[in-house]
């Protein structure tokens, strides 16, 4: 064998030296292969930093082994997905690639009192190492180019991409179709930095932002109309301070499992946990006691518990007094609030209407401090609910109005007329649990010190989700057991607020001008839903759009015609695959649009139904925030590596996309477009420069990467960066250690106290501000229009619609599971593993006996709008009756495509439409995740059959 | 052929560089195609040169067609859908079997390596390429098992022992063992099952083909020094 006698790096005839040769360059030209010069170019992915024809003695090799857990770096970073846990996890790398990650436990103690507060984490986070390095990773642009969902893409380069993209984006917004443009993605407090990378551009342009919150149905819109605040809740570590803990459909063991340890530990620590789910759930199997009420019944078994408080006399009267509407009077003839106006009281109210009247123990008529009327707004400090008298709790009467003698009773007799209604039997006879346990349990709860209630999504998906809301929050309010270590409801579903509010608000709308829309509403809506509901729903829905209570985008022309909306950007959401009403959406919704973007490192369903396909950066390649209202922290995202492939950040992305926006439309010459709402001009032609400004401070090129956005939060809010306060917390900090937030800002109702777990409420119950409601109290009797028309104007119990989805004699619910976050992690091999690995309903033994069913067979759920095929999986711990179906499975794991949302028709409830007060709204307007129609999908009926079996 | 009786070229090991630029094309086969590929795959100068380029290896390896009648977009539509995009699916609905997480024929070798972890096959690659002094391209990286990266790997190890020494050719061979061998065979594997493959098909055949047949001409050149 003969040997290149050239010296390393000199050419020979053809050009080519041995360096260059063993790297790869003109290699097959050198054989004379010119028909391969294709791959004669050197190498392309692995590159040569040492010398390539240096000594690499080969025995070393086989020791590599032993150098498997030498790293060289660890970086700090989380899991953006719409997950309450918040977890500061280690990530380490080596040789520019994630192996493994390990949960980071060092976050500060800031209460000696209570358990440790790391580790935090769960298994999915664990073992997200696998989706950095998966090859279901989108790794290049891709466009369609077969049908939406059939799987046809082509790759094409970030310039063809944007460029497509942008020109369709100049040419709605010159058509004034800039509302018809959508970016929809959820949680801002995972990853806001990414939440704002598109929220920024949408609101740049015109366009529509969506909420989520109301969408998935976690919004509690008890709160709101009660509490006048979208959801406050304490955190997780303040569960080790009550002494009483009912978790009323959270599966905290399942659905919070970073936090699961402190309900443990209360147990502990001495304190009664008791459990209220329909099935015997894997957390009631961790309670001292377990309630079972029919589904749909908590209403009823919340009245009844209130009933025996009320009956017993163990109500705080103190509290009812001075927090709650309880001693208003209300006209008997209209059912409405007597104002003070009517008597002649609050003359000197900015609108004594909207001033609301007591009576002390005299009998005296009296104005009820803190009502609307008098304050500035729905938030106004400068006033006090304080009482210097003392109102009568249950009044009858009547009072002389301008009208003439008016007759009057207080909220507080009106509300023990409603609960005296729920009798034990009827109780009983309603929810099916026993008349002398759920007494009792009503009993301990009264005279615990400090009770709370962990209220989950077991009961918020209901339609009449707002009345479940308001009895259960009763019971909290009837016992005082608010503002206090160890009370309150605690409503852990979805991630409603984040923390460094302002600074996330500013960084994602920075017009101001926020064009938002409930998505229940817009998609329901443009699904057709007005032709394919009962008609008193959709004249509601009509009325509350043309009052605009609620709006629907893109907004009607002067001509009187509404255009279709025609652009959607998705990003850190699945919303085609979590959409309720999917049938519809697929066949009504999706086709008016022209363009469907989607961000994403996976190809989830959405994707794969998109127009356009952009690789996004996973969770260990990006710079960004991770927040939660389970706890007190802010950490940070670090990019521990690169993205892989083509991949980009979401900022990086919608800056990029921005820029060439900017480019084509001074190409094209295109002139600024007046927004016909707002007091402002969209203009295409500087779109990137204001997009990367600061606008806070008019910094020119601000925010260009991402890490300057994050800082830029932290810089701009309260929490982190407190006015009149040296103190700041930093990126690096963070970095360093996981930091407890320094103040909570306007937007949290207590403050952040050293030493104590963040508790809520204390602004009102404490220092007797005035709730941010009509009446300035907690409001139990809400005297809307369409609440006295619907009888609903106090919490009753109500049956739920019939038949949705047809006549069927099973009930059909979609819980949150164990291996997935949502639809998350539902196409990992490790989680598909530790289950059956295909999607699958859990049965009662004796409803799937009566029909033939076996544990492992595959079976259809069907209904009026559709059939899936799935796993049957006998649940002894299941009432019968319910069909339980885990959700979020990706379309693609059924064979029909045909998912868990298929069987869920579109519907909502016309009492969450509305505005109150009617004329201006302070207590309830629509506000994206504050107030707007939830989208249920717990009411529905179904049957099971082993699949094959007649569909008639 | 550019060579001539006096060029250098003599001095190299032409089996071993020939081999060499056979993994070099197979490493640009399996990558998303580049209009250059379409050409010389269309064109016939694709399969031409590496029928000659297999003839002075010395190995015994039929070579398939390797000509295709696609235009360029389907050519790379067909290798999306082939290698490129994918999803769950199941063999068996009744057990839940899972079939594959990822496209039909995934691309990279811890797929078709069950009883070894991602990180198992993974990590023993990032050592050999960084013992020899490579590294991934971090502007566009892929997972170490990436078969582009194994190929430009063997492409690599084979000119080295046509250039540097032969002592890279205990190195190939152990690296056939260890990772391409299993990768190539599950490759073709999954390709020949498939419908509608075109080129690709050939490439799978050619690359099982070309790795066994290396591999056990290594393995008998070097049956006494392993």
């Given at each position: 064998?003969?040997?290149n006698d050239?010296?390393?790096?000199?050419?020979?005839?053809?050009g080519?030296?041995?360096?260059?040769f063993?790297?790869?360059?003109?290699?097959?030209s050198l054989?004379?292969?010119?028909?391969?010069?294709?791959?004669?170019?050197?190498?392309?992915?692995l590159?040569?930093?040492?010398?390539?024809?240096?000594?690499?003695?080969?025995?070393?090799?086989?020791?590599?082994?032993?150098?498997?857990?030498?790293w060289?770096?660890?970086a700090?970073?989380?899991?953006?997905?719409?997950?309450?846990?918040?977890?500061s996890?280690?990530?380490?790398?080596?040789?520019?690639?994630?192996?493994?990650?390990?949960?980071?436990?060092?976050?500060?103690?800031?209460?000696?009192s209570?358990?440790?507060?790391n580790?935090?984490?769960?298994?999915k986070?664990?073992?997200?190492?696998?989706?950095?390095?998966?090859?279901?990773?989108v790794?290049?642009?891709?466009?369609?180019?077969?049908?939406?969902?059939?799987?046809?893409?082509?790759?094409?380069?970030?310039?063809?991409?944007?460029?497509?993209?942008?020109?369709?984006?100049?040419d709605?917004?010159?058509?004034?179709?800039?509302?018809?443009?959508?970016?929809?993605?959820?949680?801002?407090?995972?990853?806001?930095?990414?939440?704002a990378?598109?929220?920024r551009?949408?609101?740049?342009?015109?366009?529509?932002?969506?909420?989520?919150?109301?969408?998935?149905?976690?919004?509690?819109?008890?709160?709101?109309?009660?509490?006048?605040t979208?959801?406050?809740?304490?955190?997780s570590?303040?569960w080790?301070?009550?002494?009483?803990?009912?978790?009323?459909?959270s599966?905290i063991?399942?659905?919070?499992?970073?936090?699961?340890?402190?309900?443990?530990?209360a147990?502990?620590?001495?304190?009664?946990?008791?459990?209220?789910?329909?099935?015997?759930s894997?957390?009631?199997?961790?309670?001292d006691?377990?309630l079972?009420?029919?589904?749909?019944?908590?209403?009823?078994?919340?009245?009844?518990?209130?009933?025996?408080?009320?009956?017993?006399?163990l109500?705080?009267?103190?509290?009812?007094?001075e927090?709650?509407?309880m001693?208003?009077?209300?006209?008997?003839?209209?059912?409405?609030?007597?104002?003070?106006?009517?008597?002649?009281l609050?003359?000197?109210?900015?609108?004594?209407?909207?001033?609301?009247?007591?009576?002390?123990?005299?009998?005296?008529?009296?104005?009820?401090?803190?009502?609307?009327?008098e304050?500035?707004?729905?938030?106004d400090?400068?006033?006090?609910?304080?009482?210097?008298?003392?109102?009568?709790?249950?009044?009858?009467?009547s009072?002389?109005?301008?009208?003439?003698?008016?007759?009057?009773?207080s909220?507080?007799?009106?509300?023990?007329?409603?609960?005296?209604?729920y009798?034990?039997?009827?109780?009983?006879?309603?929810?099916?649990?026993?008349?002398?346990?759920?007494?009792?349990?009503?009993?301990?709860?009264?005279?615990?010190?400090?009770?709370?209630?962990?209220?989950?999504?077991?009961?918020n998906d209901?339609?009449?989700?707002?009345?479940?809301?308001?009895?259960?929050?009763?019971?909290?309010?009837?016992?005082?057991?608010?503002?206090d270590p160890?009370?309150?409801?605690?409503?852990?579903v979805?991630q409603?607020?984040?923390?460094?509010?302002?600074?996330?608000?500013?960084?994602?709308?920075?017009?101001?001008?926020?064009?938002?829309?409930?998505?229940?509403?817009?998609?329901y809506?443009h699904?057709?839903?007005?032709?394919n509901?009962?008609?008193?729903?959709?004249?509601?829905?009509?009325?509350?759009?043309d009052?605009?209570?609620?709006?629907?985008y893109?907004?009607?022309?002067?001509?009187g015609?509404?255009?279709?909306?025609?652009?959607?950007?998705v990003?850190?959401?699945?919303y085609?695959?979590?959409?309720?009403?999917?049938?519809?959406?697929?066949?009504?919704?999706?086709?008016?649009?022209?363009?469907?973007v989607d961000i994403?490192?996976?190809?989830?369903?959405?994707?794969?139904?998109?127009?356009?396909?952009?690789?996004?950066?996973?969770?260990?390649e990006k710079?960004?925030?991770?927040e939660?209202d389970?706890?007190?922290?802010v950490?940070?995202?670090?990019?521990?590596?690169?993205?892989?492939?083509?991949a980009?950040?979401?900022?990086?992305?919608?800056?990029?996309?921005?820029?060439?926006?900017?480019?084509?439309a001074?190409?094209?010459?295109?002139?600024?477009?007046e927004?016909?709402?707002?007091d402002r001009?969209?203009?295409?032609?500087?779109?990137?420069?204001d997009?990367?400004?600061?606008?806070?401070?008019?910094e020119?090129e601000?925010?260009?990467?991402d890490?300057?956005?994050?800082?830029?939060?932290?810089?701009?809010?309260?929490?982190t960066?407190?006015?009149?306060?040296?103190?700041?917390?930093?990126?690096?900090?963070?970095?360093?250690?996981?930091?407890?937030?320094?103040?909570?800002?306007?937007?949290?109702?207590?403050?952040?106290?050293?030493?104590?777990?963040?508790?809520?409420?204390?602004?009102?119950?404490?220092?007797?501000?005035?709730?941010?409601?009509?009446?300035?109290?907690?409001q139990?009797y809400?005297?809307?229009?369409?609440?006295?028309?619907?009888?609903?104007?106090?919490?009753?119990?109500?049956?739920?619609?019939?038949?949705?989805?047809?006549?069927?004699?099973?009930?059909?619910?979609?819980?949150?599971?164990?291996?997935?976050?949502?639809?998350?992690?539902?196409?990992?091999?490790?989680?598909?593993?530790?289950?059956?690995?295909?999607?699958?309903?859990?049965?009662?033994?004796?409803?799937?006996?009566?029909?033939?069913?076996?544990?492992?067979?595959?079976?259809?759920?069907?209904n009026?709008?559709?059939?899936?095929?799935?796993?049957?999986k006998?649940?002894?711990s299941?009432e019968?009756?319910?069909?339980?179906?885990?959700?979020?499975?990706?379309k693609?794991?059924?064979?029909?495509?045909?998912?868990?949302?298929?069987?869920?028709?579109?519907?909502?409830?016309?009492t969450?439409?509305v505005?109150?007060?009617?004329?201006?709204?302070?207590?309830?307007?629509?506000?994206?995740?504050?107030?707007g129609?939830t989208g249920?999908?717990?009411?529905?009926?179904?049957?099971?059959?082993?699949?094959?079996?007649?569909?008639? | 052929?550019?060579?001539?009786?006096?060029?250098?070229?003599?001095?190299?090991?032409?089996?071993?560089?020939?081999?060499?630029?056979?993994?070099?094309?197979?490493a640009?086969?399996?990558?998303?195609?580049?209009?250059?590929?379409?050409?010389?795959?269309?064109?016939?100068?694709?399969?031409a040169?590496?029928?000659?380029?297999?003839?002075?290896?010395?190995?015994?390896?039929?070579?398939?067609?390797?000509?295709?009648?696609?235009?360029?977009?389907?050519?790379?539509?067909?290798?999306?859908?082939?290698?490129?995009?994918?999803?769950?699916e199941?063999?068996?609905?009744?057990?839940?079997?899972?079939?594959?997480?990822g496209?039909?024929?995934p691309?990279?070798?811890s797929?078709?390596?069950?009883?070894?972890?991602?990180?198992?096959?993974?990590?023993?690659?990032?050592?050999?390429?960084?013992?020899?002094?490579?590294?991934?391209?971090?502007?566009?990286?892929?997972?170490?098992?990436?078969?582009?990266?194994?190929l430009e790997?063997?492409?690599?190890l084979?000119?080295r022992?046509?250039?540097?020494?032969?002592d890279a050719?205990?190195?190939?061979?152990?690296?056939?063992?260890?990772?391409?061998?299993?990768?190539?065979?599950?490759?073709?594997?999954?390709?020949?099952?498939?419908?509608?493959?075109d080129i690709?098909?050939?490439?799978?055949?050619?690359?099982?083909?070309?790795?066994?047949?290396?591999?056990?001409?290594?393995?008998?050149?070097?049956?006494d020094r392993?």
């Amino acid at each position: 064998m003969s040997r290149n006698d050239l010296t390393d790096d000199e050419a020979d005839s053809a050009g080519i030296s041995r360096r260059d040769f063993v790297r790869g360059l003109g290699a097959a030209s050198l054989l004379g292969a010119t028909g391969l010069s294709f791959a004669d170019d050197g190498m392309d992915g692995l590159e040569a930093v040492d010398d390539p024809i240096g000594n690499y003695p080969y025995r070393d090799w086989e020791d590599l082994y032993r150098d498997e857990w030498d790293w060289d770096s660890v970086a700090r970073s989380t899991h953006s997905v719409n997950c309450t846990g918040s977890c500061s996890w280690n990530v380490y790398v080596k040789d520019g690639q994630v192996w493994r990650e390990e949960q980071a436990g060092d976050y500060p103690t800031f209460d000696e009192s209570l358990p440790d507060p790391n580790p935090r984490g769960c298994q999915k986070g664990a073992c997200y190492t696998d989706y950095v390095n998966a090859d279901q990773r989108v790794l290049h642009p891709l466009r369609r180019t077969g049908e939406r969902g059939e799987g046809q893409w082509e790759r094409i380069s970030w310039d063809e991409a944007l460029t497509e993209i942008a020109d369709h984006v100049i040419d709605e917004v010159q058509a004034g179709r800039y509302d018809a443009i959508s970016g929809f993605t959820p949680i801002p407090a995972m990853s806001p930095v990414s939440f704002a990378s598109g929220s920024r551009l949408v609101n740049l342009l015109g366009g529509v932002s969506h909420s989520f919150y109301d969408w998935y149905s976690d919004l509690p819109p008890g709160q709101p109309i009660t509490w006048g605040t979208q959801t406050d809740n304490a955190e997780s570590a303040d569960w080790h301070n009550s002494d009483y803990i009912i978790a009323w459909g959270s599966n905290i063991n399942v659905t919070r499992i970073p936090d699961a340890k402190y309900f443990l530990d209360a147990g502990y620590e001495g304190a009664k946990r008791v459990g209220v789910f329909t099935d015997y759930s894997q957390t009631a199997i961790h309670t001292d006691e377990w309630l079972s009420p029919h589904g749909g019944s908590d209403t009823a078994l919340a009245l009844g518990m209130a009933q025996t408080i009320v009956d017993e006399g163990l109500h705080d009267e103190a509290h009812l007094k001075e927090q709650t509407d309880m001693p208003l009077l209300v006209r008997e003839d209209t059912g409405k609030f007597l104002r003070a106006s009517e008597v002649g009281l609050a003359e000197d109210a900015d609108d004594p209407e909207k001033v609301f009247v007591m009576v002390d123990a005299d009998g005296n008529l009296r104005r009820a401090p803190g009502s609307l009327g008098e304050r500035d707004g729905q938030h106004d400090h400068s006033k006090s609910i304080e009482l210097d008298f003392d109102p009568q709790l249950s009044v009858e009467r009547s009072v002389d109005t301008d009208e003439g003698s008016v007759a009057v009773r207080s909220v507080w007799e009106n509300l023990t007329d409603e609960l005296s209604q729920y009798t034990p039997a009827v109780v009983h006879e309603e929810t099916g649990v026993g008349e002398n346990t759920y007494q009792r349990i009503a009993r301990e709860f009264a005279e615990a010190d400090a009770a709370k209630i962990i209220h989950g999504k077991g009961v918020n998906d209901w339609y009449h989700n707002d009345l479940g809301n308001r009895a259960i929050q009763l019971l909290v309010t009837l016992t005082g057991n608010l503002g206090d270590p160890g009370t309150g409801l605690d409503h852990y579903v979805g991630q409603e607020k984040i923390w460094s509010f302002h600074g996330w608000q500013v960084l994602s709308f920075p017009t101001g001008n926020v064009r938002g829309v409930p998505t229940t509403l817009w998609t329901y809506f443009h699904a057709g839903i007005l032709d394919n509901t009962d008609p008193d729903t959709a004249e509601k829905i009509r009325e509350s759009i043309d009052k605009g209570w609620m709006p629907v985008y893109p907004e009607e022309r002067d001509d009187g015609n509404r255009p279709d909306p025609s652009t959607m950007f998705v990003w850190r959401g699945n919303y085609f695959n979590q959409a309720k009403g999917n049938v519809a959406l697929e066949e009504q919704l999706w086709p008016k649009l022209d363009l469907v973007v989607d961000i994403n490192f996976r190809m989830d369903s959405t994707a794969m139904y998109s127009d356009i396909v952009l690789p996004a950066a996973s969770h260990y390649e990006k710079y960004d925030l991770s927040e939660t209202d389970m706890h007190t922290y802010v950490h940070p995202f670090t990019p521990a590596v690169e993205p892989l492939g083509e991949a980009k950040t979401d900022w990086e992305i919608f800056r990029l996309l921005a820029e060439k926006i900017q480019e084509r439309a001074q190409e094209r010459g295109v002139e600024p477009v007046e927004d016909r709402k707002f007091d402002r001009t969209i203009d295409l032609t500087t779109i990137y420069d204001d997009y990367v400004r600061d606008w806070e401070t008019g910094e020119e090129e601000g925010l260009v990467e991402d890490k300057a956005a994050a800082e830029f939060i932290l810089e701009h809010s309260e929490e982190t960066n407190p006015e009149g306060s040296d103190e700041q917390i930093t990126f690096d900090d963070i970095d360093e250690q996981p930091q407890r937030f320094l103040e909570a800002g306007d937007h949290w109702t207590s403050d952040i106290k050293d030493g104590e777990a963040y508790v809520p409420w204390q602004d009102y119950v404490h220092d007797k501000n005035p709730w941010p409601t009509f009446t300035g109290r907690q409001q139990y009797y809400i005297d809307h229009d369409w609440y006295l028309e619907l009888g609903e104007e106090l919490p009753t119990h109500k049956e739920g619609p019939e038949d949705t989805g047809g006549d069927y004699p099973l009930s059909y619910n979609t819980p949150h599971g164990r291996w997935s976050i949502h639809s998350t992690w539902r196409d990992s091999t490790k989680m598909l593993r530790l289950q059956r690995g295909e999607p699958v309903v859990y049965l009662n033994p004796e409803d799937a006996e009566e029909r033939g069913i076996e544990d492992g067979d595959t079976v259809e759920v069907y209904n009026d709008l559709g059939s899936v095929e799935v796993q049957a999986k006998i649940y002894p711990s299941s009432e019968p009756g319910t069909v339980r179906h885990f959700f979020s499975w990706e379309k693609f794991q059924y064979p029909d495509r045909d998912n868990f949302n298929t069987l869920v028709p579109m519907y909502m409830k016309p009492t969450q439409l509305v505005q109150y007060p009617e004329d201006t709204g302070e207590h309830l307007h629509f506000f994206p995740n504050y107030w707007g129609p939830t989208g249920v999908n717990s009411d529905v009926r179904v049957d099971i059959r082993p699949s094959g079996g007649d569909t008639e | 052929m550019a060579t001539t009786p006096t060029d250098p070229m003599d001095d190299i090991d032409e089996d071993a560089a020939a081999r060499g630029a056979v993994y070099a094309t197979l490493a640009k086969a399996f990558e998303y195609p580049e209009e250059s590929f379409h050409s010389a795959a269309a064109d016939g100068t694709l399969e031409a040169d590496l029928r000659a380029c297999l003839d002075r290896t010395g190995l015994n390896v039929a070579v398939p067609s390797l000509t295709t009648d696609d235009d360029y977009k389907t050519l790379a539509a067909r290798y999306n859908d082939i290698f490129e995009l994918g999803y769950s699916e199941y063999t068996d609905r009744t057990d839940g079997s899972l079939e594959a997480e990822g496209p039909p024929v995934p691309l990279y070798e811890s797929k078709y390596r069950p009883d070894h972890s991602w990180n198992d096959v993974n990590l023993d690659l990032s050592r050999a390429y960084s013992h020899y002094g490579l590294e991934i391209d971090q502007d566009e990286r892929d997972n170490h098992d990436a078969l582009t990266y194994e190929l430009e790997f063997a492409g690599y190890l084979a000119r080295r022992e046509a250039a540097v020494g032969e002592d890279a050719a205990i190195a190939r061979l152990d690296f056939h063992d260890r990772h391409l061998g299993h990768a190539a065979a599950g490759v073709a594997d999954r390709l020949a099952d498939e419908p509608g493959t075109d080129i690709y098909g050939g490439f799978g055949e050619l690359l099982e083909a070309f790795v066994r047949a290396d591999r056990n001409d290594l393995a008998d050149r070097l049956e006494d020094r392993r």
